[in-house]
C-alpha cells in the first residue's frame, strides 16, 4: 500500500490522557500536514513539517498539543491533557517537494479521536 | 482567518442534472486550486485542480473554471451520478508554498 498511512484508525481517550497519532507518508514524500475536522466543520490547517523541521504550525493550539516528523519514523501528532473538544477526526496528508506551485497533497484515511 | 469560503454547506440535485458547488477565497497570492472529494469515515481525496494561468481545466465528467478577478472559482460535474454524494473540499495554495488552506466544504447529495 503506497498510500498515506495514518495509526490508529480509532483512539479513544479519557479526560487527561495523551493522545499520539502516527503518519507515515507516501513513498518519497518528504511533506507531512496534519488537518483536523471537528464534527459538521470542515478541514482545519494545523502544522506542515518537513523531516525535521516545523515549517509552518500556524493552525497548532498554542497548549498542548505538538507535531514532529523525525529524520526516521512516521510523523507525530501529539495531544497532551486531552479534553472533550479534542474530539475530531485527524487527517496526515503528504507531498512530494516543496518550491514548485501545482503541488497536490494527498490524504490517509484519518485518525479518529474520541475523549471521553 | 478564513481565507477559502465555501458559503453553501449543502447541495441537492438530481440524477443526470448538473452540479455546481462554488468557492471563493480572499487571499490574492494563491495561485493553484483544488477539489478534493470526501466520504464519511474516509479521507479526501483529490479530485481536480487548476492553476491561475488557467481559467478552466476539465477532466471527464468534471470541470473546474476559474475567475481570477473575482476570486471564485467552480467545479460542475454534469452528468451528477448518486455516487457523487460526498462532500466537496475546495483548497488553495500559493507559489512556492506548499501550505494549502481548504474551505468548510459543501455536501453535495444525488438523488435517483
Known amino acids: 500500500n503506497a498510500g498515506v498511512m495514518q495509526n490508529p484508525r480509532h483512539l479513544v481517550r479519557r479526560r487527561g490522557q495523551e493522545a499520539r497519532l502516527r503518519c507515515s507518508p507516501m513513498k518519497g514524500h518528504s511533506h507531512v500536514y496534519w488537518y483536523r475536522q471537528l464534527p459538521e466543520e470542515g478541514l482545519k490547517f494545523m502544522v506542515y513539517?518537513?523531516?525535521?523541521?516545523?515549517?509552518?504550525e500556524s493552525g497548532m493550539p498554542k497548549e498542548r498539543f505538538s507535531a514532529e516528523f523525525p529524520k526516521e519514523g512516521p510523523s507525530i501528532l501529539r495531544i497532551q491533557q486531552v479534553v472533550r473538544g479534542d474530539s475530531a477526526a485527524y487527517f496526515c496528508?503528504?507531498?512530494?517537494?516543496?518550491?514548485?506551485?501545482?503541488?497536490?497533497?494527498?490524504f490517509g484515511e484519518g485518525s479518529w479521536l474520541t475523549v471521553v | 482567518d478564513q481565507q477559502v469560503k465555501q458559503n453553501s454547506p449543502s447541495l441537492s440535485v438530481q440524477e443526470g442534472r448538473i452540479s455546481i458547488l462554488n468557492c471563493d477565497y480572499t487571499?490574492?497570492?494563491?495561485?493553484?486550486f483544488l477539489w478534493y472529494k470526501k466520504y464519511p469515515a474516509e479521507g479526501p481525496t483529490f479530485l481536480i485542480s487548476?492553476?491561475?494561468?488557467?481559467d478552466k481545466n476539465e477532466d471527464g465528467r468534471f470541470t473546474v473554471f476559474l475567475n481570477k478577478s473575482a476570486k471564485h472559482l467552480s467545479l460542475h460535474i454534469v452528468p451528477s451520478q448518486p455516487g457523487d454524494s460526498a462532500v466537496y473540499f475546495c483548497?488553495?495554495?500559493?507559489?512556492?508554498?506548499?501550505?494549502?488552506?481548504f474551505g468548510a466544504g459543501t455536501r453535495l447529495t444525488v438523488k435517483p
Open positions: 496528508a503528504s507531498s512530494p517537494s516543496s518550491g514548485r506551485a501545482g503541488n497536490t497533497i494527498y
Open positions: 513539517l518537513q523531516k525535521e523541521n516545523i515549517i509552518d
Open positions: 483548497a488553495a495554495s500559493r507559489l512556492n508554498n506548499n501550505d494549502m488552506r
Open positions: 487571499n490574492s497570492m494563491f495561485d493553484y
Open positions: 487548476i492553476s491561475s494561468i488557467k
